[in-house]
């Protein structure tokens, strides 16, 4: 259970382009839904919080207008980097939480996107 | 937040070797824990949680120990095999301002 599908794995295109990457809750209904990034050979770095229903929650630094954020649904959010440069280019991660009547549950993760940008 | 932090940026063990995985956290607060293992070119694959109300957990192969008095958290693999061999990270309350510290990087010999 609380399967995560991340959609595309890989994409490759010129800089300028907008990319949308898709982050979906299979078996399970996500209140809450988490974008990262991470380099190479370093840790995750939390991008931003989505509440479904509203709008994301930016953390310091990572431009709201750059990576644009949208949880419509509670088993559906998005990332679309808009006008992508070379130095957009990593591996994004999303994951998905809901709130249990027992408190905390964990976060289950995407299989991550690697974008690299021409 | 405040910080999560692994002792140990590398491991490296015998296969068949049991291997301990350590972690430091600094928010008293906390009350959840996980220990995440993501190999290279996935996402996180949660692993194994525990509660603040508990001292020990037991899953398949592995155990999670928490020790609130001094902030510590180790995750326990037994009988190590070749495919535990990725990098381990340990989160706090996952809900709220959840950070991952550098991992720690687990290598099993043959």
């Known amino acids: 259970g609380a399967v995560v599908s991340q959609h595309p794995s890989w994409v490759i295109c010129k800089s300028g382009t907008s990319v949308k990457i898709e982050c979906r809750s299979l078996d399970f209904q996500a209140t809450t839904m988490f974008w990262y990034r991470q380099f190479p050979k370093q840790s995750l770095m939390l991008m931003a919080t989505s509440n479904e229903g509203s709008k994301a929650t930016y953390e310091q630094g990572v431009e709201k207008d750059k990576f644009l954020i949208n949880h419509a649904s509670l088993t559906l959010s998005t990332l679309t980097v808009t006008s992508a440069h070379p130095e957009d280019s990593s591996f994004y991660i999303c994951?998905?939480?809901?709130?249990?009547?027992?408190?905390?549950?964990?976060?289950?993760f995407g299989d991550g996107t690697r974008l690299s940008i021409l | 937040g405040e910080s999560v932090g692994l002792h140990l940026p590398t491991l490296s063990v015998q296969e068949g070797d049991n291997s301990i995985i350590n972690c430091a956290y600094s928010n008293s607060a906390s009350d959840y824990f996980i220990w995440y293992k993501q190999e290279s070119g996935k996402g996180p694959q949660f692993i194994i949680d525990?509660?603040?109300?508990?001292d020990k957990r037991q899953g398949q192969r592995v155990t999670v120990l928490l020790n609130k008095t001094v902030k510590h958290l180790s995750l326990q693999i037994a009988a190590t095999q070749p495919g535990d061999s990725a990098v381990y990270f340990c989160?706090?309350?996952?809900?709220?301002?959840?950070?991952f510290g550098a991992g720690t990087r687990l290598t099993v010999k043959p």
């Open positions: 994951s998905a939480t809901w709130t249990g009547a027992l408190g905390n549950q964990p976060q289950h």
């Open positions: 525990i509660r603040s109300n508990m």
């Open positions: 989160a706090e309350n996952p809900n709220n301002d959840m950070r």
